[in-house]
């Protein structure tokens, strides 16, 4: 059964910091590896999708790379801004039944 | 990209009654749709996937015949929280699947069962 887990669960940083947030999955048969922004209380805002034949995406200041070998995804973002403070959540799609599992989420705070 | 709306957007419903949620693919034709919950501060989690015009397929743990799907069409779907708990009070998001790419995800309903 796939798990995803999500390192560090909460961060806070100085405005323009570089940081990197972290994805874990246990099983490397994925079809997608896609990041999503979500405010409080709000849905989802899709910010990069990996096919499992890429290695990484970029758009902006943001950043997602893929290791399936290792089940690991990373998002880098560059110079940060109070205005990323978000909750940030992977998700990764089964190869089979293209279902979606959750990571646990990094709540993400930039001080100005 | 493809647009997943939801309606209502916020609901609040006494116990024991009945609510119904519905999620629309604007733009496009969702073969599959799936149905999220999330309490608070934590993350998604799949309760069910429907495919048009056959019956929903349930999580494990996920009550069918409490949590009622259907697919009507391939833009549709609705979900239904049979008599309602203070315990089903949660986040609930839709998402629509474009030939099995990529989910596009609707604004989400937040259920608030008193």
């Known amino acids: 059964k796939q798990e995803v887990t999500q390192i560090p669960a909460a961060l806070s940083v100085p405005e323009g910091e570089n940081l990197v947030l972290n994805c874990s999955f246990t099983?490397?048969?994925?079809?997608?590896l896609q990041w999503f922004r979500q405010d409080p209380g709000k849905g989802l805002t899709s910010l990069l999708l990996?096919?499992?034949?890429?290695r990484e995406q970029t758009s902006g200041r943001l950043n997602a790379s893929l290791d399936k070998s290792s089940g690991r995804s990373t998002l880098y973002i560059a110079a940060s801004q109070p205005g990323d403070s978000a909750t940030y959540l992977c998700?990764?799609?089964?190869?089979?039944?293209?279902?979606?599992?959750f990571g646990t989420g990094t709540r993400l705070k930039v001080l100005a | 990209g493809a647009v997943v709306s939801q309606h209502p957007s916020w609901v609040i419903c006494k116990s024991g009654t009945s609510v119904k949620i519905e999620c629309r693919s604007l733009?496009?034709?969702?073969?599959?749709m799936f149905w999220y919950r999330q309490f608070p501060k934590q993350s998604l989690m799949l309760m069910a996937t429907?495919?048009?015009?056959?019956?929903?397929?349930?999580e494990q743990g996920v009550e069918k015949d409490k949590f009622l799907i259907n697919h009507a069409s391939l833009t549709l779907s609705t979900l239904t929280v049979t008599s309602a708990h203070p315990e089903d009070s949660s986040f609930y998001i839709c998402?629509?699947?474009?030939?099995?790419?990529?989910?596009?995800f609707g604004p989400g309903t937040r259920l608030t069962v008193t």
């Open positions: 998700a990764a799609s089964d190869s089979g039944t293209y279902k979606y599992i």
């Open positions: 998402s629509g699947d474009l030939d099995s790419y990529e989910q596009y």
């Open positions: 733009d496009f034709q969702a073969t599959t």
């Open positions: 099983d490397s048969a994925i079809y997608n």
């Open positions: 429907s495919n048009e015009g056959s019956k929903a397929t349930y």
């Open positions: 990996i096919q499992s034949s890429q």
